[in-house]
């Protein structure tokens, strides 16, 4: 079966600097996703992405986030320059995002841990 | 705007006993409802859904029905197991948007004891 894969499981990084999480989506899907989840806390949507532009964003999404798909098959975010508050676990998602108005599961892979010091 | 509200936990519960978490929504029209569930250590997977008012998602015996007049959309579970140790999210997403964004509640922690 079909899964959104995300590369690395955990990573660890020093306060200031960049980070790039990666995420493989289901390979026929067209709509893309990050969301975080700081620990113990609810899931956020960061970004969503379409046609090789972001869609939607949230608050949380500012100059120090980045999206891209780079080649046709990964995607990725970028954080910019890492703060403390930016630890947390990092989601991917994809969807086939068919005719508005029916309904198109988010497929989640299995998140990347971001750990700041 | 959109949001989620689900019963706080921990939820702790023998096992055989009756489930139920609370899960109402606030949304501007007829959004899709979810129960996502994150084993430990594990990502986010979807559990049920329903996408218009009175379905009823079902999966591995967990039920909910979609209450529009209520705007509720209530987890349930007969008979529960100490595999069913997780977290349980409640979401909603537009369904009249293609790149839909989820939202979801605050999740509740469920512990089953043998």
């Known amino acids: 079966e079909p899964e959104v894969t995300q590369t690395p499981s955990h990573q660890v990084t020093q306060m200031g600097q960049e980070v790039i999480l990666r995420c493989v989506p289901i390979?026929?899907?067209?709509?893309f996703y990050w969301y975080r989840q700081i620990l113990g806390q609810k899931v956020e949507f960061l970004v969503s992405?379409?046609?090789?532009?972001?869609?939607?964003k949230s608050e949380i999404f500012d100059d120090q986030f980045s999206v891209e798909r780079p080649d046709g098959s990964n995607f990725t975010l970028k954080i910019r320059s890492t703060k403390l508050e930016d630890s947390a676990m990092y989601f991917c998602?994809?969807?086939?995002?068919?005719?508005?108005?029916?309904?198109?599961?988010?497929?989640f892979g299995p998140g990347t841990r971001l750990t700041v010091l | 705007g959109n949001s989620v509200t689900q019963m706080e936990g921990p939820v702790t519960l023998s096992e055989e006993a009756f489930l139920t978490i609370n899960c109402t929504y606030t949304?501007?029209?007829?959004?899709?409802l979810f129960w996502y569930v994150q084993y430990p250590g594990e990502g986010l997977q979807l559990l049920l859904k329903?996408?218009?008012?009175?379905d009823k998602g079902s999966n591995k015996g967990f039920e909910a029905t979609y209450r529009k007049e209520t705007t509720s959309f209530h987890l349930e579970k007969g008979s529960v197991q100490v595999s069913d140790s997780a977290v349980y999210f409640c979401a909603l997403s537009d369904p009249y948007s293609s790149a839909s964004k989820i939202i979801f509640g605050s999740g509740t922690r469920l512990s089953i004891r043998p």
């Open positions: 998602a994809s969807s086939t995002g068919t005719s508005a108005g029916s309904y198109n599961e988010q497929f």
């Open positions: 992405f379409y046609n090789n532009e972001i869609s939607e």
């Open positions: 329903a996408t218009k008012a009175d």
């Open positions: 949304a501007t029209g007829y959004p899709s």
């Open positions: 390979s026929n899907h067209l709509y």
